[in-house]
């Protein structure tokens, strides 16, 4: 099954464990030089947990390490470095208030022969990486003020830098849409080409079976097995990482939408900066009660903009006209959109979404506070009883609801940002790009329960980057370009190709 290719990366019984849990489980793994490796796994399989290990962000409690067949101990992330070896987390790790050239460069940024910050030179530097990614993000603007998207170029464009002959991408397209997506595989035949190691985690099947020459699984923090992507076939794959048959996602019996429940007419959002040309320009849509209005279009074309603005959760100028059940409604806070039967899960669940000081249990309670106090006090009792069937229904695997939610994989954080919408019984659901990062079974799942509660009557708005989930879930596709409506497509017409025609149409 080797290739006879030299071993660049052995770890051999690998073990961590977590309070309550086992996250990997005598894990053996051998890398060969110039490969492609996949891991594939469910939520919480210990996919990241095992590249963490790699790259000397966690140390484990037992096993070795070996890189070129010499055997390492990495005190932490630049010792690992050192070795050569890079990673690009799952859950983005910049420093917000820093400039995109400093979080590229961080650390590492080229001195002046007087010692001192050579900030042009770093400009330079990291506008040639951003470059190669076939990007135009400013490298002077501030990080914390770009797009999820956006955050992920710098992340890997951050990992670039380093020049590591082993590069570590955890999910690394899991914010990107399918065009730059397309741009990081053509960097990543290009790193191929000079040599270079590449792991790889992602759920997305295509992707792994277009990238990788091998794919281990992972389930519970075991090894099931390592093959050659020649030898294997994605439901096969998709079998061992689950142990089980998944059910197919076509809603056979088509939704019957009711009466108009949102209507949007003639939205416009000014630009962020002046200069800049306006974000949404004349919007107008209409969801009805039971159907599902898929919004497609490329990063930047104004989808989370859209959500936002109806949310209430965007501090620029808008105009237009929002119904809510055929009323006339303006929120000036999420709150007050919450309290009209609005919910939105955001695309950004770090940034947005979870409150690192809270546990599993008040992450999924959060807009429910009135339901869990008693007598002006929080009742962990209540709560309990409050959190357990959401959770139970998103599957959502955690040692405890008590567990802190930094603890949980990036799969399981946001099946948890899910459960607290299901909590809220909202008439309209706005969904930004839910599944990012949860794992095909899951996803099924998912659907299903979408599917579920818009034929009990819910209204809801998706956005997503991969187009097979819009076009399995969409009733009526809206296309975006450039902050306009450029065209609506039945569920009947919309094809991928034709979303993407009219996403790039100037
Ligand atoms: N810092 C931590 N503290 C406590 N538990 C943790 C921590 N990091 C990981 N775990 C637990 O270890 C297990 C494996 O998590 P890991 O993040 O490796 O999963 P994953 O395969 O990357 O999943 P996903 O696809 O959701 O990203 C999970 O049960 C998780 O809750
Ligand atoms: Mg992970």
């Given at each position: 099954m080797s290739s006879g290719a030299p071993i660049a990366v052995a770890m051999r019984g690998i073990t961590k464990r977590f309070p309550g849990v086992i996250a990997l489980d005598g894990v053996t793994l051998e890398v060969e030089r110039g490969e492609l490796h996949a891991i594939c796994g469910e939520n919480g399989a210990g996919k990241s947990t095992l590249m963490k290990i790699l790259s000397g962000v966690e140390s484990p409690d037992a096993g070795q390490l070996e890189v070129d067949g010499v055997p390492v101990q990495f005190s932490g992330?630049?010792?690992?470095?050192?070795?050569?070896?890079?990673?690009?987390?799952?859950?983005?790790?910049?420093?917000?208030?820093?400039?995109?050239?400093?979080?590229?460069?961080?650390?590492?940024?080229?001195?002046?022969?007087?010692?001192?910050?050579?900030?042009?030179?770093?400009?330079?530097?990291?506008?040639?990486?951003?470059?190669?990614?076939?990007?135009?993000?400013?490298?002077?603007?501030?990080?914390?003020?770009?797009?999820v998207g956006d955050q992920q170029l710098v992340e890997i464009a951050k990992a670039l830098?380093?020049?590591?002959?082993?590069?570590?991408?955890?999910?690394?397209?899991?914010?990107?849409?399918?065009?730059?997506?397309?741009?990081?595989?053509?960097?990543?035949?290009?790193?191929?080409?000079?040599?270079?190691?590449?792991?790889?985690?992602?759920?997305?099947?295509?992707?792994?079976?277009?990238?990788?020459?091998?794919?281990?699984?992972?389930?519970?923090?075991?090894?099931?097995?390592?093959?050659?992507?020649?030898?294997?076939?994605?439901?096969?794959?998709?079998?061992?990482?689950?142990?089980?048959?998944?059910?197919?996602?076509?809603?056979?019996?088509?939704?019957?939408?009711?009466?108009?429940?949102?209507?949007?007419?003639?939205?416009?959002?000014?630009?962020?900066?002046?200069?800049?040309?306006?974000r949404l320009r004349d919007v107008s849509f209409t969801v009805h009660a039971g159907e599902i209005l898929g919004i497609a279009g490329l990063m930047g074309a104004g989808r989370t903009e859209?959500?936002?603005?109806?949310?209430?959760?965007?501090?620029?100028?808008?105009?237009?006209?929002?119904?809510?059940?055929?009323?006339?409604?303006?929120?000036?806070?999420?709150r007050e959109a919450c309290r009209a039967g609005l919910a939105m899960v955001t695309e950004d669940r770090k940034r947005l979404g979870l409150f690192g000081n809270l546990d599993v249990a008040g992450n999924v309670s959060l807009c429910q506070l009135s339901e869990v106090v008693r007598g002006g006090l929080l009742s962990r009792h209540a709560e309990a009883d409050l959190v357990a069937g959401p959770i139970k229904q998103t599957g959502v695997k955690t040692p405890s609801i008590r567990a802190?939610?930094?603890?949980?994989?990036?799969?399981?954080?946001?099946?948890?940002i899910i459960s607290r919408w299901l909590l809220t019984q909202p008439r309209v659901l706005l969904l930004d790009d839910p599944t990012r990062g949860i794992d095909v079974g899951a996803k099924a799942e998912l659907y299903a329960l979408i599917d579920q509660l818009c034929r009990d009557g819910l209204a809801v708005v998706l956005t997503s980057s991969e187009l097979p989930e819009l076009l399995t879930l969409s009733d009526r596709v809206l296309v975006l370009s450039e902050g306009r409506v450029s065209k609506e497509l039945s569920r009947a017409e919309a094809t991928e190709q034709r979303i993407m025609a009219a996403a790039t149409a100037g």
């Open positions: 992330t630049r010792a690992a470095e050192a070795a050569g070896i890079a990673i690009i987390h799952q859950e983005l790790a910049l420093v917000e208030e820093l400039s995109v050239a400093a979080n590229v460069l961080l650390g590492r940024e080229p001195r002046t022969r007087l010692g001192l910050r050579d900030e042009a030179a770093s400009r330079r530097r990291a506008a040639d990486l951003l470059q190669s990614l076939e990007s135009t993000i400013d490298p002077a603007c501030r990080t914390g003020s770009l797009r830098s380093l020049d590591a002959s082993i590069i570590v991408m955890d999910e690394p397209t899991s914010a990107l849409t399918e065009a730059e997506s397309a741009r990081l595989e053509r960097t990543i035949t290009r790193l191929r080409e000079q040599g270079r190691t590449i792991l790889y985690i992602s759920h997305k099947m295509d992707e792994v079976f277009r990238l990788a020459d091998r794919i281990t699984v992972l389930r519970d923090g075991q090894h099931v097995r390592t093959v050659t992507r020649r030898d294997t076939t994605p439901a096969q794959v998709t079998g061992w990482m689950v142990g089980r048959e998944i059910a197919g996602h076509a809603f056979h019996q088509s939704r019957q939408p009711g009466p108009p429940v949102l209507e949007v007419e003639g939205l416009c959002l000014s630009a962020s900066e002046p200069g800049r040309s306006d859209i959500l936002e603005t109806i949310f209430g959760a965007t501090t620029a100028n808008w105009s237009g006209t929002i119904r809510l059940g055929g009323q006339m409604v303006r929120f000036g806070h999420p802190a939610i930094t603890g949980l994989s990036g799969g399981n954080q946001q099946k948890c």
